[in-house]
């Protein structure tokens, strides 16, 4: 069985798409030495540490506000 599932994961961020990037964008993070946000991980790889910190709730995402795009009016 994977940690964390997938159904755990689903009740912190609610699309699949929107889980994706921010783990891809937070393991890319770790590979240049981020510091790390738990103390203790399961994973050995970072995909997987990432996994982790949005299931323990250290790590959110926001969306970004809509900018006014002019070419449209």
């Known amino acids: 069985m994977l940690y964390p599932s997938i159904d ?10 929107s ?13 240049v030495n981020a510091k790390p946000q738990l103390d203790k ?3 050995h790889k970072n995909v ?3 996994l982790e910190e949005i299931n323990a709730d250290q790590l959110h995402y926001r ?4 900018q ?3 070419a449209y009016e």
């Open 8 to 17: 755990s994961l689903m009740t912190k961020i609610d699309s699949k798409y």
């Open 19 to 31: 889980l994706v990037s921010v783990a891809a964008k937070r393991a890319r993070m770790m590979q």
């Open 41 to 43: 991980y399961v994973s």
């Open 48 to 50: 997987g540490k990432a």
């Open 63 to 66: 969306l970004a506000k809509k």
């Open 68 to 70: 006014k795009d002019e």
